[in-house]
């Protein structure tokens, strides 16, 4: 949960994801040590859990550049690696953008920034926590001289709460090519979750 002003917005996560401290003040690293061997077990060789630990800093660092509301890093059940990465941020209305509505979400969200491997795929529909924008794409990012680089799939879902002036935005990105299907099951059934309730 996390609060934004006079709304707090809520979302079940999956069970081994593990919340990521945003935006927290001090040492963050005996947290990290101490889930890195929850997650792999006390019996993890010391060395998997270091890389584990500073993997998940680097997600955490990575993530409150975003000042998000919410962060989960996604584990993968066998190796000390990040297997995907879900976020949740709140998009309010500026002088530059005045009106936050699904059409402008759309847009920002469809620019592909990187090399696009296939096209990007838009929905508009209900959630529960409002009318939305869900925007899949797969791009190719960190691309060398020969043209090399990583698959990276990403699911936007953009809602706009009723009675509200901003949007929600659930994010939820991959590398896992051969998972790609599950975990956009998972990302939709998060999205199903999501609330933005009054805080009085």
Do not use: C
Not at 26 to 46: F, I, K, N, P, V
Not at 61 to 88: F, G, H, N, Q, T
Not at 149 to 174: C, E, I, K
């Amino acid at each position: 949960m996390a609060s934004r002003g006079d709304y707090r917005i809520t979302m079940s996560r999956p069970e081994i994801a593990i919340r990521l401290p945003i935006g927290e003040d001090g040492d963050l690293s005996t947290w990290a040590e101490m889930t890195s061997r929850a997650h792999q077990g006390y019996d993890a060789a010391d060395e998997d859990v270091a890389r584990f630990a500073e993997a998940i800093l680097a997600a955490a660092r990575d993530s409150s550049k975003r000042e998000v509301a919410m962060a989960y890093l996604l584990p993968d059940e066998v190796a000390p690696v990040e297997m995907a990465r879900i976020e949740v941020v709140d998009v309010n209305p500026d002088e530059t953008v005045p009106v936050v509505t699904l059409d402008w979400l759309e847009q920002v969200y469809s620019v592909p920034g990187v090399e696009l491997v296939s096209p990007v795929h838009v929905w508009r529909g209900e959630l529960p926590a409002g009318p939305a924008v869900r925007v899949a794409r797969q791009v190719l990012t960190d691309v060398d001289e020969f043209g090399d680089g990583m698959l990276v799939h990403s699911v936007v879902y953009a809602v706009r709460p009723p009675a509200t002036d901003f949007a929600v935005v659930l994010s939820v990105t991959w590398s896992a090519v051969l998972l790609a299907e599950e975990l956009l099951e998972m990302s939709d059934a998060l999205a199903q979750t999501l609330q933005v309730l009054p805080t009085r």
